[in-house]
């Protein structure tokens, strides 16, 4: 996956062909690349609170994860993408 991000709150078409351009210098195909909203959604301090305190929220932002009880151990290829090993990791645990 590949994102193009701004500091600047909707930076407009021009911004997003520009860096489009420069990614097809590294042969990144332009068409392929596809546009998602460039805002976040607007949430009040209590809404972002209450999401903050959901569970689990706090490991997830400490990059600390669930212990998933794998029966086997888990070999990673460099060469899968990132969807094929987390479809292997789901099969594991539901095994």
Known sequence: MLQIYSR?????PAFI?????????????PSKIKD???DCEVMSNSQLAAMMSMPGMQKALTNEF????????????PF???FDTLKKLLELYFK
């Open 17 to 29: 062909e520009k860096y489009k351009a420069y990614l097809a210098n590294f042969g990144y195909d």
């Open 80 to 82: 899968t993408g990132v």
């Open 36 to 38: 998602t909203p460039q």
């Open 66 to 77: 669930p212990d998933l009880e794998l029966k086997r151990s888990v070999q990673f290829n």
């Open 8 to 12: 600047t709150p909707n930076p407009g």
